[in-house]
């Protein structure tokens, strides 16, 4: 192929539906222009909607992906009624949604959502969660005076009325339910609700802090009661914590309540000991309200993102919400005299977007606080445009978290420890042992804070004045302003043509084995396109025109020595070509190869210059042969030239881009890759990969947890080894969020390139992990958060052809905006605990994002409750609005045997069990553990001594099944005696050999030289049994067999390898 050939210009081009002949198997997408119709559904519509929530939580494993579109927004001038007319300075005051509406406006976005008509809420929703006194008291406001005003809000904390407010709030609640309703009917995909007044601190019977009606928590409360939505969640971002919202679930383990909020230990507003770190909730609830204090002002985006990757991620995956809602307060953002913290308009984006993935995207913002207009308008603006799938703005590195808000998060994790599994990796605290943080040591309250409570309520509150509203001085204000003005005028919300790119080449198919079926094969990059016309994404892809890389762009990577020899291959005879594969490790050859090498590399950076050039934001390579293992002077592991390596280089010279991320999700470890920027800091590379102690592919000590960089890149070098069990969506979604993420967000990449290998996938049989397409997706919708939303994926390996083609087109439909399918809960193993942990201890010294993992105490219930004071309704603050069923305790002893939380949020308390076989691994088998189909390098006494281990079904990436249609090929023994030690045919190699049941031929695993896989697909026969741990596995399901038409081989082998027959 000539680099300019003409004859590839159309290539690329889509098939029509006439030459597919494919069904649309993707749901209708939802009409944009149609108006939303408030009338109440009728009964056909209703069990519709129901039977659409009912199936949210079935897999969507290896489905294509939902197309509900479109971001639903609520406004209407009818929020701005709503003043205080007897203070024109009132912080609470049309302004702030009207501004919000208007920047909105500004930035195109109000033209791009789906326009919802307001919609007022009735009785019955405002009694879902309110007293009929204080409606009747609401509706009374029509008609009073601006005296009576006065009167009325000198009853209560920071409230005011008019004659409007009542039409006002209504409105706000049922623009709420009606926001959340369309998300539930699949109407809309997420919206936003820029109304007013605010409704997080209203409470059961009393107004609070600018609040009539709790719009979030009566829409939540709908959404429970009406559609049986078993899991939400809320999370609450106002600087002022919530605690009307608070009180209404706090023994409500269907909806886990989050807020991060100023307190500085109870003297900042609303001054409630309820308010700190150890309120957990009450009853079957406990562990289900989280809230994470800060004692400080003046924090900033590094801490609230700490907080978010640290805690709320972490129980938010666990939790598994069909339905988020985010009481969208902006009184953090930079500028707000009310929070004087800094958090960035930008950063807002970033919260919203991280949200997005836990609950499929069905997200409902709703406004809160904000009271610096500026930050409050762009705060507001960026979120909608996190909505509408709008990259997130890049942010600036973050710093070390400060140790205030460590000491948060800390004492979070502290007493949420008991309840969820994502905190049981955290260290407890020995006897002896030096505590890094004294605050962990002790027991809220701090002395000499005065909380507010029944007895010091004052008979009249303060409406008016400096002393009431927080201010600024002149000269504070313009600094705000001035700062603010350059970080809108920083952020760049450049928005590209197009949304994803995508190349493919059939020429790509030309490099095959002449000689045997490899995995490494063809149909591998077929597969994967055929699907992507199946699931309709290629056609809403940009196509990007192939091409040959030249050998300057190889040689940025590659030494002209290795560049010629490869270029030599395609003059060579074809048994030439299979003696000088030979001469490679892993590598086969053919006339094409280097060709297809070429076009591999080459059609990677078409894609990264389409990205970086503006013309799509993300980009996918469907391209072979793969590439992260190729050094700088040879090929190996099915690589010839490293085309992420390649791509990064390019990347840097090409478009001066000053930092590149390097994710490696491959199952085997990318040394190629790593040993191109061991000394680079301008590259990060992390690798997630099958490690087990050295011993699986590449089989080298380097990709160990140690191995850090050197020189100026050390610690831009970052190995996640696994060691033992079968890895899933649990362990890698853990390490994203432990590692990963923190690290990427401290080094902000300007390009994040993927090397994404499926080798990890459910089925695999080179991997023999347990990754779903799921697990894949929400990788890839997290790293989308970085670097403006540049992100390119290319293929590395991945041998299932039906696992690859699911998992990629899933990571294509992500990039492309659908929603992230749900995600199982992560449990991850203890293996993968231990690895978290070393590379963190690795790693934290370079990365200040990595000081969290610190020993905690272990504090009983009852050690808490002997020192936390007991508070009942009648010393609450809210007293009027608490009966005594719904008064709030801290960690109450006498609950300890409540604590069991509901089975659908699986988050109660639970011993650890020592039992499971990442320890067994350890106490039992040394470094060397089970591996499943690719054989053990060593084994348990007996195979029984396997098969009673509690958890052993984790060794497997598929549980075994006890039949499959193959197992007709087996032959039986026929007199034969089986000889764990004999030799594999063709390499005399002795460890961790299989024989084939059907001809009873012996080969070697995939550690070694792979050929009995290459025997399975030469021969097709299907079933074989492995020496090392006598396990039974078919090719063709991808499967172990547990079928007694086996018994007798594995009888035979355990006879030879133990010298007695099997336990009965």
């Known amino acids: ?38 009338t109440e559904m009728d009964s056909d519509e209703e069990l519709s909607a129901l039977m659409n929530i009912a199936t949210l939580e079935d897999s969507s494993e290896g489905k294509a992906p939902s197309t509900i579109t479109g971001t639903g927004l609520i406004y209407d001038e009818v929020f701005l009624k709503h003043e205080c007319e007897f203070d024109e300075g009132y912080p609470e005051c049309p302004d702030r949604a009207r501004v919000c509406y208007e920047r909105c406006c500004q930035l195109g976005l109000v033209d791009r959502c789906i326009r919802i008509p307001v919609r007022y809420a009735t009785e019955d929703h405002i009694l879902l969660q309110h007293s009929r006194e204080l409606l009747d008291k609401a509706l009374s406001t029509t008609s009073y005076s601006i005296q009576q005003q006065k009167e009325l809000s000198e009853k209560y904390d920071s409230f005011y009325a008019n004659k409007e407010t009542y039409e006002c709030t209504l409105a706000a609640c ?71 919202t608070q009180y209404m679930f706090y023994d409500d383990p269907r909806v886990l309540y989050f807020s991060i909020h100023r307190y500085e230990y109870g003297s900042f507003w609303p001054n409630l000991r309820e308010s700190d770190y150890d309120f957990i909730g009450r009853g079957n609830g406990k562990g289900f309200n989280v809230n994470v204090p800060l004692n400080k002002t003046g924090m900033t985006d590094s801490e609230y993102i700490a907080i978010l990757q640290q805690v709320l991620m972490p129980i ?62 762009e705060g507001c603006a960026l979120s909608l445009r996190a909505l509408l799938g709008d990259p997130c703005p890049l942010l600036k590195p973050t710093q070390e978290p400060s140790d205030n808000v460590t000491e948060s998060i800390l004492n979070v994790i502290k007493v949420l420890k008991p309840y969820w599994n994502c905190f049981f990796n955290q260290d407890i605290l020995e006897d002896g042992e030096i505590c890094q943080y004294d605050a962990l040591l002790e027991l809220p309250p701090k002395p000499d804070i005065e909380f507010a409570t029944n ?61 045997m079926s490899h995995p490494e094969r063809p149909d591998r990059i077929s597969s994967i396109y055929n699907l992507h016309v199946e699931w309709k994404l290629l056609k809403r892809c940009l196509q990007v025109q192939s091409r040959l890389a030249t050998e300057e762009e190889l040689l940025t990577i590659h030494s002209q020595d290795y560049l010629d020899d490869i270029k030599s291959t395609p003059k060579m005879g074809d048994f030439a070509l299979r003696d000088k594969g030979q001469e490679y490790n892993s590598i086969y050859l053919c006339t094409k190869s280097y060709e297809c090498a070429l076009l591999s590399a080459g059609s990677v950076l078409n894609v990264v210059d389409t990205v970086l050039s503006g013309q799509a934001q993300n980009g996918v390579a469907i391209n072979r042969p793969p590439g992260h293992h190729a050094e700088r002077d040879t090929c190996m592991g099915f690589c010839f030239f490293n085309n992420v390596a390649i791509a990064a280089k390019y990347a840097q010279n090409k478009y001066g881009v000053k930092r590149v991320l390097i994710l490696d999700w491959d199952v085997h470890h990318g040394n190629g890759t790593q040993n191109q920027f061991y000394n680079d800091p301008s590259v990060l590379f992390i690798s997630l990969h099958k490690f087990d102690n050295g011993w699986f592919y590449p089989v080298a000590p380097d990709g160990g947890h140690d191995f850090i960089g050197s020189g100026d890149g050390e610690g831009y070098n970052i190995n996640i080894p696994w060691n033992h069990n079968a890895m899933g969506n649990s362990e890698y979604i853990s390490a994203f969020l432990q590692i990963v993420m923190p690290v990427a967000y401290e080094f902000a990449p300007e390009l994040v390139l993927v090397s994404a290998g499926f080798d990890s996938a459910r089925g695999d049989p080179l991997g023999g992990y347990d990754v779903l397409p799921s697990g894949y997706g929400h990788m890839t919708h997290m790293l989308s958060q970085l670097a403006n939303g540049k992100v390119v994926v290319l293929l590395e390996g991945g041998y299932n052809l039906n ?60 050690q808490i409750t002997s020192k936390t004071e007991k508070l009942n309704v009648q010393d609450l603050h809210t007293t009027n609005s608490m009966s005594n069923e719904t008064q709030l305790n801290g960690l109450n002893a006498a609950e300890t045997s409540e604590a069991k939380v509901a089975e659908t949020a699986e988050a109660k308390a639970v011993e650890t069990s020592k039992a499971n076989i990442g320890e067994i691994a350890e106490a039992k088998a040394s470094d060397d553990e089970l591996l499943g189909a690719c054989g053990g390098s060593e084994a348990p006494r007996t195979v029984m001594d396997v098969l009673k281990l509690p958890g052993v079904d984790r060794m497997y990436a598929v549980q075994p099944i006890p039949w499959c249609p193959h197992l007709e090929q087996v032959e039986p023994l026929n007199g034969r005696r089986l000889d764990c030690r004999a030799p594999c045919l063709d390499c005399d190699e002795t460890d961790e050999n299989w024989i084939c049941l059907v001809c009873y031929k012996v ?51 355990h006879r030879s390898k133990f010298g007695e027959d099997l336990p009965c």
């Not at 539906?17 to 649309?24: G, I, N, S, W």
């Not at 992230?820 to 200040?848: F, G």
């Open 1 to 38: 192929m000539e680099e300019n050939d003409s004859s590839q210009n159309n290539k690329n081009e889509p098939k029509s539906d006439e030459d597919t002949k494919l069904q649309d198997i993707t749901s209708a997408t939802p009409d944009a222009n149609v108006e939303a119709d408030v």
């Open 174 to 244: 049922g623009s709420t339910i009606e926001a959340v309703e369309q998300i539930i009917t699949q109407k809309i995909k997420n919206s936003m609700v820029i109304s007013r007044p605010p409704g997080h601190h209203a409470m059961e019977n009393e107004f609070c802090g600018y609040c009539m009606f709790n719009n979030v928590a009566i829409a939540t409360k709908f959404a429970l009661e009406e559609y049986k939505i078993p899991r939400i969640l809320i999370v609450d971002l106002d600087v002022h914590h919530g605690q009307g």
């Open 316 to 377: 938010a995956y666990e939790f598994s919400p069909l339905l988020t809602l985010v009481s969208c307060g902006y009184d953090a953002a930079l500028g707000c005299p009310e929070g004087e913290m800094e958090v960035t308009p930008a950063a807002y984006a970033h919260f919203i977007n991280m949200l997005g993935a836990v609950s499929s995207g069905r997200v409902c913002a709703v406004l809160e606080g904000g009271y610096c207009l500026k930050s409050l308008a």
């Open 455 to 515: 007895e010091n309520r004052p008979e009249k509150y303060d409406i008016m004045g400096s002393e009431f509203f927080p201010s600024q001085t002149k000269e504070r204000q313009q600094m705000y302003d001035q700062r603010l003005n350059n970080l809108i005028a920083e952020v760049s919300l450049n928005k590209a043509a197009h949304r994803t790119c995508l190349v493919f080449d059939a020429d790509m198919r030309a490099h095959k084995n002449l000689f």
């Open 803 to 862: 696992s690859i083609s699911v998992s990629m087109a899933t990571c294509t439909s992500v990039l492309l905006g659908d929603q992230c399918p749900l995600v199982s809960r992560p449990k991850p193993c203890d293996s993968a605990m231990k690895t978290i942990h070393e590379v963190i201890d690795a790693q934290k010294k370079y990365w200040k994002s990595l000081k969290f993992q610190v020993s905690v105490p272990d504090i009983e219930v009852q």
């Open 1003 to 1053: 080969y070697c695993s995939r550690f070694k030289n792979e050929h009995m896989l290459y025997h399975g697909l030469e021969s097709e026969h299907r079933i074989v049994l492995s020496y090392s741990d006598l396990s039974v596995w078919c090719y063709a399901c991808d499967n172990y067999i547990d079928n007694e038409i086996t018994y007798p081989m594995k009888n035979s082998a």
